[in-house]
């Protein structure tokens, strides 16, 4: 099995490193194309006004100058000879539950994959504090991640989908199990904007995140974090309202 590691924290995120872990649980024919910096909330946004440039680090590792969907997009059409089989994207410092899979860099790769036929998987660890820099524990998933997987690598998935997995902020000895779920939904009317000076005495925006809440809906991944699972959930990329089709149709041919 050959598989293209990716993500949106940076090719230097310890992330990374634990999702090359556990990749090689899978096989030894691993290749890495990450963004050089951290790329998180730039979404499926494609580099398009200045060059991408590629940075090798040894032979089957490289970075790019650009967004994760610049680095899968590079790692398939520059990095590669062959195309992989699967595509992980990940492990995210930080959930990637409900509609922030909206903003998420590290779920935008595995559109991106996904976009291309190939089997692609996101993967998040949850963790409870803010301001913890890189020091995220990832220990959930660093132990789960092998066992979500392997179901993963031979589902039947239809086109133009692919799976978002999130790890509970918790030891690995304490989560519950696993939960195929739903996305959920967040209340993005309590988003902060904090507002500050710089040293010259301009003034800047930071959003603040903090307080975004959500509702704990039956059946979604946002509940089943809540309640200490490894939420598993499959998206598809087809975007359409498909109920509204018959009336917007009705009101425009009359």
């Known amino acids: 099995m050959r598989i293209l590691l990716t993500n949106d924290d940076g090719i230097y995120a310890p992330g990374l490193k634990v999702l090359e872990e556990i990749a090689r649980e899978f096989s030894d024919d691993i290749w890495i194309c990450a963004p050089h910096e951290e790329q998180s909330g730039t979404?499926?946004?494609?580099?398009?006004?200045?060059?991408?440039?590629?940075?090798?680090?040894?032979?089957?590792?490289?970075?790019?100058?650009?967004?994760?969907?610049?680095?899968?997009?590079?790692?398939?059409?520059?990095?590669?000879?062959?195309?992989?089989?699967?595509?992980?994207?990940?492990?995210?410092?930080?959930?990637?539950?409900?509609?922030?899979?909206?903003?998420?860099?590290?779920?935008?790769?595995?559109?991106?994959?996904?976009?291309?036929?190939?089997?692609?998987?996101?993967?998040?660890q949850v963790y409870a504090r803010e301001g913890m820099g890189d020091d995220v524990p990832f220990a959930a998933a660093r132990e789960w991640g092998p066992r979500v997987l392997a179901p993963l690598l031979d589902a039947p998935l239809p086109k133009r989908t692919l799976v978002n997995v999130n790890f509970?902020?918790?030891?690995?000895?304490?989560?519950?199990?696993?939960?195929?779920?739903?996305?959920?939904?967040?209340?993005?009317?309590?988003?902060?904007?904090?507002?500050?000076?710089?040293?010259?005495?301009y003034k800047y925006y930071w959003f603040g995140l903090e307080a975004i809440e959500h509702t704990l809906d039956h059946g979604t991944d946002l509940e089943a974090i809540d309640e200490g699972y490894v939420s598993v959930t499959?998206?598809?990329?087809?975007?359409?309202?498909?109920?509204?089709?018959?009336?917007?149709?009705e009101r425009y041919n009359g």
């Open 43 to 124: 979404g499926h946004s494609l580099t398009l006004t200045r060059p991408v440039r590629l940075r090798k680090h040894d032979d089957r590792r490289f970075s790019v100058t650009g967004t994760p969907t610049d680095a899968v997009t590079m790692g398939l059409r520059t990095v590669m000879d062959t195309a992989p089989d699967v595509i992980l994207s990940g492990v995210n410092r930080g959930a990637n539950l409900g509609d922030d899979i909206t903003y998420s860099g590290t779920v935008s790769a595995a559109i991106e994959g996904a976009l291309a036929g190939i089997r692609s998987i996101a993967l998040s």
């Open 168 to 201: 509970p902020a918790m030891n690995p000895q304490d989560v519950r199990g696993i939960r195929a779920v739903r996305q959920g939904f967040h209340d993005y009317s309590r988003g902060t904007v904090v507002e500050g000076r710089d040293p010259r005495g």
């Open 234 to 249: 499959p998206l598809q990329l087809d975007l359409t309202h498909h109920a509204s089709l018959g009336e917007l149709g």
